[in-house]
């Protein structure tokens, strides 16, 4: 083992199946560089020399994972469930998304968000941020110093939004691609994604950027896939070239052709 390896003592229950719940009473797990090499009944001599944190009687179970999660409707839980999607998006949401080019009011928004994900025990997330390139570098900084583990994507809009988060198609392109290569190596565990919003608020020239970037750096795309009826009735009026929603990532290189997490509603 290296010299970050840890054995941690404890109750230990986890799911190995579905179906059922592995528990180990008051033994040892071993982690070593970030992953866990085993669990041990007793400790032997391959294990003596590494540290053992002793958690007797308590329980170490995993974290929770978080695989959708729009930052800037942090602030608005609770708010909306009298609107159906689009007039939620017009009358709650984007307004919100609109106050993070203010740097100081996303820095209080993200130390909250970040404080409350440890506090609940979800130690990874996959996070749609906001248009604001300044704002989520910010999310990536506050993230890397947390020790928590994310992907982080700039939205990308360039039609169908209120001006105030209107993006120009070529700048979306640009600083998404800067973020790409700000961050693609300052952590093993904060990494960037690529992030449409959805089809209704994404040209096809911005799908085909967005594209091109996720296969030329091989990052994954995040997005949203027919939500409601309306939302799949909007975009066969804004794309009637394509047979149904998903062709529409499909043929811009969005949808599997690195790893992609779509947001389905059925």
Not at 83 to 91: A, F, M, N, S, T
Not at 181 to 189: A, G, M
Not at 217 to 226: G, T
Not at 242 to 252: G, T
Request: charged share 30%; hydrophobic share 35%; aromatic share 12%.
């Amino acid at each position: 083992m290296d010299n970050n390896s840890r054995i941690f003592k404890s109750n230990i229950i986890f799911t190995s199946t579905k179906e059922t719940f592995d528990i180990y009473k008051n033994s040892y797990i071993a982690v070593e560089n970030g992953k866990v090499r085993g669990i041990y009944e007793k400790i032997d001599a391959n294990l003596e020399k590494i540290p053992i944190f002793d958690y007797t009687d308590k329980l170490i179970i995993p974290s929770f994972v978080d695989l959708h999660f729009h930052v800037p409707q942090f602030p608005n839980r609770g708010l909306g469930l009298d609107k159906e999607l689009l007039p939620w998006l017009e009358k709650y949401i984007f307004p919100e998304e609109g106050k993070y080019n203010d740097i100081e009011y996303a820095e209080k928004v993200y130390r909250k968000l970040i404080y409350e994900l440890w506090k609940v025990g979800t130690t990874r997330v996959s996070l749609f941020s906001s248009i604001h390139k300044e704002s989520t570098e910010l999310l990536f900084d506050l993230f890397i110093k947390s020790g928590l583990g994310a992907y982080i994507g700039k939205v990308n809009m360039n039609r169908n939004t209120p001006d105030y988060i209107l993006e120009d198609t070529k700048t979306s392109i640009r600083e998404t691609e800067e973020i790409i290569l700000k961050y693609k190596n300052k952590s093993d565990i904060v990494k960037t994604i690529i992030t449409p919003r959805f089809v209704p608020t994404c040209t096809s020239e911005l799908l085909k950027g967005l594209g091109d970037l996720s296969i030329k750096y091989n990052i994954p795309v995040q997005s949203h896939l027919s939500e409601n009826t309306n939302e799949i009735e909007w975009v066969k009026e804004l794309e009637p070239e394509f047979k149904d929603y998903a062709s529409v990532y499909n043929e811009f290189s969005l949808f599997g052709q690195t790893k992609t997490i779509i947001y389905l509603v059925e």
